[in-house]
């Protein structure tokens, strides 16, 4: 059910404390992506992955990390580098098939409060 | 530089009165325009794109070049289509990423 699958759904963190959140997707779609989703400021690009063992930075890329060593995983980490961590994360997915509509598939989200 | 405005944070209507929900952007080239939203306690999720010139849960929204905007608009607002809207752009490289705009609030009061 649902096809893209992120966890924690909530997660406390204290200052100075890496945090790994994960996207699994079993929706064999090739591009993944992660959002960071503040009030008043919309969704805003962290990182996106095509294909498997390639990522590119988004407009907002300073402070995560990410890796893409499985079609089916985007984990997302947020280093202690992130000035303001605090946020709702979406990880979403594409598919470059024939017949794509260019949409993206949206998991649920993760909210990050650092304490 | 890509850019999607939407102006207004809320909207607030009554039950069966018009809505537009306004968005604009900025980009140079051919872009495609996305409409998303996010109802309460659920995922994020495509409501329509100026490609397929349809309309959904009555909804529409035109592609104007000129004044570079694609404004969402329902002749007659139900209570649920409260929700958050997210009008998006996807510019013409092959990435797939989308440029968000801001995010309207839609309240619909009965």
């Known amino acids: 059910d649902g096809g893209i699958t992120q966890s924690p759904k909530y997660l406390f963190r204290k200052e100075g404390q890496n945090v790994t959140l994960s996207c699994e997707q079993n929706l064999n779609h090739d591009a993944m992506y992660w959002y960071r989703q503040d009030p008043g400021q919309g969704l805003r690009l962290i990182y996106y992955s095509q294909i498997v063992n390639d990522f590119q930075k988004g407009d907002i890329a300073e402070g995560y990390s990410v890796s893409r060593e499985k079609k089916e995983s985007f984990p997302l980490t947020v280093t202690s580098a992130q000035k303001n961590p605090t946020a709702f994360y979406l990880c979403a997915t594409r598919s470059w098939t024939s017949g794509n509509t260019g949409e993206l598939f949206f998991g649920e989200g993760s909210r990050l409060t650092v304490l | 530089a890509q850019r999607v405005t939407q102006p207004e944070k809320l909207l607030s209507v009554f039950k069966g009165a018009p809505v537009e929900l306004k968005c604009n952007y900025s980009?140079?080239?051919?872009?495609?325009l996305f409409w998303y939203v996010q109802y309460s306690r659920q995922r994020l999720q495509l409501l329509l794109r100026h490609i397929s010139r349809e309309s959904i849960k009555g909804f529409t929204a035109d592609l104007n070049k000129g004044e570079t905007s694609f404004h969402l608009k329902k002749p007659f607002a139900q209570e649920e289509d409260s929700a958050m809207y997210y009008c998006a752009l996807r510019g013409s490289s092959n990435t797939g990423k989308l440029i968000f705009g801001q995010g309207t609030t839609l309240q619909v009061k009965p």
């Open positions: 980009y140079s080239g051919s872009p495609e």
